[in-house]
């Protein structure tokens, strides 16, 4: 485990290898393995491959285009619409993108009672416990992954070509990695850790 995670990298360039769909049950029961709250276990997991992949690419793009030419989503983030763009390159090639929703979200647009949102937090949090579980799992099989947020640009779109109940939270990109990069820089224990007694 612990050379899993000092090992795994965000991988953006993959092989056209394909993944078995074995490979792809283990990385994804891993990620129901995580620990949720209240055990709610509030998680499903869209897995996109082939012709679907090409339609849910179409959709993607369609969201950039309306971030780009208005009724923007999120109007203060432009100078990230290029990122996302070059994201949606990324999962054209890798062979495997996995969604993952909530369906027990109320959305990002919904209005929420303070309950409601602490309920949402909490299973966000059980999300990513989920997400870097399927990583991690992912690394121990030689196999590559990109966790990715850019999908809010086109959550709109991306939501209605789901057609799926609840809240889409990510995209996990999948494949053979066609690169070795370097561990990026990290802030030290001492940067990030108070200690008190």
Same mark, same amino acid.
């Given at each position: 485990?612990?050379?899993?995670?000092y090992d795994?990298?965000?991988?953006?360039?993959?092989?056209?290898t394909p993944?078995?769909?074995?490979d792809?049950t283990?990385?994804?029961?891993s990620?129901t393995?995580?620990p949720?709250s209240?055990?709610?276990?509030p998680?499903?997991y869209?897995v996109?491959q082939g012709?679907s992949?090409e339609?849910?690419?179409k959709?993607?793009?369609?969201?950039?285009?309306?971030?780009?030419n208005g009724?923007?989503?999120?109007?203060r983030s432009?100078q990230?619409l290029a990122a996302?763009k070059?994201?949606?390159d990324?999962m054209?090639?890798?062979?495997v !993108?996995? *969604?993952?929703?909530n369906p $027990?979200?109320?959305g990002?647009?919904a /209005?929420?009672?303070?309950e409601e949102? =602490?309920?949402?937090?909490?299973n966000i949090q059980s999300?990513?416990?989920?997400i870097?579980?399927?990583?991690?799992?992912a690394?121990?099989?030689?196999?590559?992954?990109?966790w990715i947020c850019? !999908?809010? *640009?086109?959550?709109t779109? $991306?939501?209605q070509w789901?057609?799926s /109940?609840?809240e889409?939270?990510?995209? =996990?990109?999948f494949?053979?990695?066609?690169?070795?990069?370097?561990?990026r820089?990290r802030?030290?224990?001492?940067?990030?850790?108070?200690?008190?007694?």
């Amino acid at each position: 485990m612990i050379s899993a995670i000092y090992d795994r990298r965000s991988i953006r360039k993959f092989s056209d290898t394909p993944i078995s769909r074995q490979d792809i049950t283990d990385i994804i029961e891993s990620g129901t393995k995580a620990p949720s709250s209240k055990n709610r276990q509030p998680w499903k997991y869209i897995v996109i491959q082939g012709k679907s992949k090409e339609e849910m690419l179409k959709a993607f793009r369609q969201g950039i285009a309306r971030e780009e030419n208005g009724n923007p989503l999120l109007p203060r983030s432009r100078q990230h619409l290029a990122a996302a763009k070059h994201t949606v390159d990324i999962m054209e090639k890798a062979p495997v !993108i996995v *969604f993952v929703v909530n369906p $027990l979200g109320k959305g990002v647009l919904a /209005e929420l009672t303070p309950e409601e949102r =602490i309920y949402e937090i909490c299973n966000i949090q059980s999300l990513s416990a989920s997400i870097q579980n399927m990583l991690l799992a992912a690394t121990e099989k030689g196999i590559g992954s990109l966790w990715i947020c850019d !999908i809010y *640009f086109a959550y709109t779109e $991306l939501c209605q070509w789901l057609n799926s /109940e609840g809240e889409l939270v990510a995209a =996990i990109a999948f494949g053979y990695p066609d690169e070795l990069p370097k561990e990026r820089p990290r802030k030290s224990v001492e940067d990030v850790v108070e200690w008190r007694s």
